[in-house]
């Protein structure tokens, strides 16, 4: 099993590009999930999907969108890139429902973004 | 919704002395409360975690704690090694079924050898 996959490892973009982020998980989870983590922030929760066909705001949704495009696949895109959207994204999935012994999120490699 | 705070923010111990990390959460209702590792440049990774019907949980050098009436829980890493030296974060699950974390914004810890 891959787990959770993301891509691209890297991207540089300039100010107002767009761009999506892929993630994959191959472990049959529900729950899909997507965080911007900055330094001395934490992980911040930008969008989730509890479960396939739905789709809610995290702590920082502005800027970003999400597709859940099926039960495997979550997508974050950037429709006109910031500066401030600079950070290391990362997709983590979970079996959330009906709130198993083991809730634990495993995380996808990342995404460093840098707006220029 | 659930606020969780995580103390101190960086830790230095030498080789062989325990750490110790402490979080706080706000929603008395969450009942699962995980530990997340992550090496410089890697990915969080889960390194235990503790229900709420739980007040203790070991694993080799690693015990998490418990403490629902006072809404706290804490990592113990003793005999600390070099390797141990990361990134560690506490989380609280959000009640309900998305399986939503909230994570605490982190502690440093260097173990000096």
């Known amino acids: 099993n891959a787990g959770v996959t993301q891509t691209p490892k890297f991207q540089v973009l300039k100010t107002g590009q767009s761009m999506t982020l892929q993630c994959a998980q191959d472990?049959?989870?529900?729950?899909m999930y997507w965080y911007r983590q900055d330094p001395g922030m934490g992980l911040r929760l930008i969008y989730y999907s509890a479960s396939e066909g739905t789709t809610d705001k995290g702590e920082v949704p502005n800027g970003y969108n999400v597709s859940r495009l099926n039960k495997r696949e979550f997508s974050l895109r950037l429709e006109s890139a910031a500066p401030s959207q600079t950070s290391v994204y990362f997709c983590?999935?979970?079996?959330?429902?009906?709130?198993?012994?083991?809730?634990?999120?495993?995380f996808g490699p990342g995404t460093r973004l840098t707006v220029l | 919704g659930e606020n969780v705070e995580q103390h101190p923010s960086t830790l230095s111990v030498q080789e062989g002395d325990s750490a110790v990390i402490k979080c706080t959460y706000s929603d008395s209702a969450s009942n699962y409360f995980p530990w997340y590792k992550q090496e410089l440049g890697k990915r969080p990774q889960l390194i235990i975690d503790i229900r709420s019907n739980v007040g203790e949980k070991k694993d080799q050098r690693i015990a998490v704690t418990l403490n629902k009436t006072a809404k706290h829980f804490s990592l113990h890493i003793t005999e600390t090694q070099p390797e141990d030296s990361a990134v560690y974060f506490c989380?609280?699950?959000?009640?309900?079924?998305?399986?939503?974390?909230?994570f605490g914004q982190g502690t440093t810890l260097q173990v000096k050898p």
């Open positions: 989380a609280a699950k959000d009640t309900g079924n998305t399986g939503k974390l909230i």
């Open positions: 983590a999935s979970s079996e959330a429902f009906p709130d198993p012994p083991n809730n634990e999120q495993f």
């Open positions: 472990m049959n989870h529900n729950s």
